[in-house]
């Protein structure tokens, strides 16, 4: 069984710790979805007969695209590949898109598991990273996630920057 990544490098700002190539405008975003259903239909001979167990939308932030821009990239990749019945397919996210506009239109994809970049739960820590997100909102998140029936919920923190002590 195979597994695809699909890099997403568009976030809302800079994180205080984040070395990974990005941007901050949205204005190309259009471009690159086409960009990467080009890709997909590119590579689709190199996994002919191999059936999709996993597909990985990693970033930047993925979340801050819209689901019209996701259903077009789904609409690709089941053009190419066989996407098994039962794929874990992973969206990372923060907190601050996840609001249940966005989680309700995401739920009608083929998205089954959010990796929510949380970081810390700590207001402290969040405004030294330079996150867009409250503590409460990433507690919020996650039960908002829950509620909207996805049960496969991962979450980052960050450990060792700075401002830790002892």
């Known amino acids: 069984m195979a597994g695809i990544y ?15 190539h990005f941007s901050t405008s949205l204005k190309y975003a259009d471009e690159m979805v086409d960009a990467i259903c080009t890709e997909i239909r590119l590579k689709k001979d190199r996994l002919q007969n191999e059936s999709i167990g996993s597909i990985y939308f990693g970033g930047g932030t993925p979340s801050v695209l819209n689901a019209k821009a996701y259903q077009k990239i789904f609409d690709t990749l089941n053009s190419c590949f066989s996407i098994s019945a039962n794929a874990e397919i992973t969206m990372e996210a923060n ?10 239109a ?39 996630s829950q ?5 496969n919920l991962s979450i980052d923190l960050i450990y060792g920057y700075p401002l830790l002590t002892d």
């Open 6 to 20: 699909i890099h997403i490098p568009f976030c809302k700002k800079a994180c205080t710790y984040c070395d990974f």
């Open 95 to 104: 907190p601050d898109d996840l609001n249940l506009q966005k989680i309700n």
């Open 106 to 144: 995401l739920k009608q994809l083929p998205i089954n598991r959010f990796s929510i970049g949380i970081q810390s739960f700590f207001e402290e820590d969040l405004t030294w990273m330079n996150r867009a997100h409250t503590a409460i909102e990433a507690e919020s998140c996650i039960k908002r």
């Open 147 to 151: 509620d909207a029936g996805f049960e």
